[in-house]
């Protein structure tokens, strides 16, 4: 590996804006801010819009899944016109 055309890469904590959720990490990023972190060292603080603490795939909160499979909504959307179909034939 050639020296000094790399990135330093050093632990690095990124904090949820909207939650309480923050990691310790290592990253090339680096920032003004720090935060003093739970081991009473200093890193720097990089502050994140969304994280796996508050994304809604990831607390539960986002319960948009689809109930039925593609199977039963075939057969519940071209079922009812077959029966249609079949009573009008039975009429007549």
Known sequence: MKKEIH?????VVFK????DFAILT???KTSED?????DGKEYPLITVEISSGSHSLYTGRDKSY????RVERFRKKYSTKKEEKETAEDTE
């Open 7 to 11: 990135p330093d890469y050093n632990y």
């Open 16 to 19: 949820d804006a909207s939650s």
């Open 26 to 28: 290592r990253s090339t």
């Open 34 to 38: 720090t935060i003093k972190w739970e």
């Open 66 to 69: 689809e109930k039925e499979g």
